[in-house]
């Protein structure tokens, strides 16, 4: 069936770099996306990536995309306290010529230390 | 400046009452979602609508009901029968079709019963 997994926790230490791991079932997914969430907030779209891509990178911001391992990866470089917040994977499946709904993880929270 | 408005931001609600959530955009969006978060699990589908007039329960939708009169509202209404509403509520929009937003979600209703 369809899921997307994450870990729930990851804690680093401020200047250091987070990797945030997603798997998912679905290879018709056209973009893959990260979220997000903040404390008593709701989600931002933080980066997504298109599925014929390996990797793109925005600013702090480098998603890797692995098809045949169905695997997304998030790595926050010079990690920040302010960068403390729950992370969301999200895939968008594509059936018969029409959009499924987003299909969540269940976030992984991390946390910074300073 | 274009977005989704969920109110209130809290809301006490006494066993046995029915509460109306508000959920409205001004990004005409053609779908709109409602989701409940709890700690740990993620987010939960409750209902769903792709065009006005028209919604599809989700994975939780016991215990919920909506309506979809015009494309830019879209309430929950959170009735007696659901057992255990105490949770952060989150609304959201999409365009159809593939595309790099995923989903725009609003700020959270957090619901409590007292």
């Known amino acids: 069936g369809e899921d997307v997994e994450q870990s729930l926790f990851l804690s680093v230490r401020e200047g250091d770099s987070s990797v945030i791991n997603c798997t998912y079932t679905d290879s018709s997914s056209t973009y893959l996306y990260w979220y997000k969430q903040e404390p008593g907030a709701g989600l931002q779209l933080l980066t997504y990536i298109f599925s014929n891509m390996d990797m793109k990178q925005d600013q702090r911001l480098t998603v890797l995309l692995n098809k045949k391992d169905k695997h997304l990866s998030l790595r926050i470089a010079d990690t920040q306290t302010g960068d403390s917040a729950i992370y969301f994977c999200?895939?968008?499946?594509?059936?018969?010529?029409?959009?499924?709904?987003?299909?969540f993880g269940k976030g992984t929270k991390l946390s910074v230390k300073p | 400046d274009g977005g989704i408005t969920q109110s209130p931001k809290y809301l006490f609600r006494k066993e046995g009452q029915n509460v109306t959530l508000s959920c409205e955009q001004n990004l005409n969006h053609d779908a709109m979602y409602w989701y409940r978060q709890d700690p740990g699990q993620g987010l939960r589908l409750i209902y769903y609508?792709?065009?006005?007039?028209?919604?599809q329960k989700g994975d939780i939708a016991e215990g919920y009901s909506v309506s979809r009169e015009k494309k830019e509202s879209f309430p929950l209404t959170v009735t007696s029968a659901q057992k255990n509403p105490t949770a952060f509520y989150l609304c959201a929009s999409s365009k159809p079709g593939p595309n790099t937003y995923g989903y725009t979600f609003g700020s959270g209703t957090r619901l409590t019963v007292v």
């Open positions: 609508s792709q065009i006005v007039n028209d919604f």
């Open positions: 999200a895939e968008r499946p594509y059936y018969g010529g029409s959009q499924g709904n987003l299909i």
